[in-house]
């Protein structure tokens, strides 16, 4: 059974960074897709980031595209997702998600089976 657990949310002022996690478990093919995805209050929730673990490949989102960075440690089934230049706006629960196999197109929460239960992070001004 695939299990995802993230960390390293937390509480930054405008213009800081972190560094989130999600370890993943109960799998052993070298394949899969992993993303990021946030939802906000009243929001729905969307895709960030993903990376094929294969190859490294990833693809952003025009919200994300320059301040984060999602990467990969296959060694450990890890995941993370750098974030700089945090801005109020980016305040919302932070989740991670799997896909065993490659990635598809887009980064939408439909093509994700696996998720994490969801780190928070909260941006001030």
């Known amino acids: 059974q695939v299990q995802l657990a993230e960390s390293g949310g937390g509480s930054v002022q405008a213009g800081g960074s972190l560094r989130l996690s999600c370890a993943a478990s109960?799998?052993?093919?070298?394949?899969?897709?992993m993303g990021w995805f946030r939802q906000a209050p009243g929001k729905e929730r969307e895709g960030i980031a993903k990376i094929w673990t294969l190859t490294g490949n990833t693809n952003y989102a025009d919200s994300a595209k320059g301040r984060f960075t999602i990467s990969q440690d296959n060694a450990k089934n890890t995941a993370y997702l750098q974030m700089n230049n945090l801005q109020p706006e980016d305040t919302a629960m932070y989740y991670c998600?799997?896909?065993?196999?490659?990635?598809?197109?887009?980064?939408?929460?439909?093509?994700?089976?696996?998720w994490g239960q969801g780190t928070q992070v909260t941006v001030s001004s």
């Open positions: 109960g799998y052993t093919t070298s394949s899969n897709c």
């Open positions: 998600a799997a896909r065993l196999g490659v990635c598809r197109a887009y980064i939408r929460t439909a093509d994700f089976p696996y």
